[in-house]
Nanobody, 124 residues
Framework: QVQLVESGGGLVQAGGSLRVSCAPS????????MGWFRQAPGKEREFVAA????????YYADSVKGRFTISGDNAKNTVYLQMNSLKPEDTGGYYC?????????????????WGQGTQVTVSS
């Protein structure tokens, strides 16, 4: 069974930085790309960033461009999200996911495997 495990969340003041990580446990697997999504209480899960393994292209939501950086290791299916200049509106559960289904890289529909999430809280 494939499992993704996130780590590195926490509480930080506005303007601060955090780095969250995602690594697989269990059996090995392949993916087109790895992504990060987040979900605030009472809101739908939204796309944050993604990394395409084939082209090494990165994708970002407009709300995090210039502040967040996604990186990873294809051989290990490990992905990181460096978050700088954090804002209170960045607060939420952060989930990594592995994309195996052809389709939009920004839609959670096309990601097959998901982690349990790590909480990021930004205080004002």
């Amino acid at each position: 069974q494939v499992q993704l495990v996130e780590s590195g969340g926490g509480l930080v003041q506005a303007g601060g930085s955090l780095r969250v990580s995602c690594a697989p446990s269990g059996r090995t697997f392949w993916s087109y790309s790895m992504g990060w999504f987040r979900q605030a209480p009472g809101k739908e899960r939204e796309f944050v960033a993604a990394l395409s393994w084939n082209s090494s292209t990165t994708y970002y939501a407009d709300s995090v461009k210039g502040r967040f950086t996604i990186s990873g290791d294809n051989a290990k299916n490990t992905v990181y999200l460096q978050m700088n200049s954090l804002k209170p509106e960045d607060t939420g559960g952060y989930y990594c996911a592995a994309k195996q289904i052809p389709g939009s890289i920004t839609s959670p529909t096309y990601y097959r495997y998901w982690g349990q999430g790590t909480q990021v809280t930004v205080s004002s």
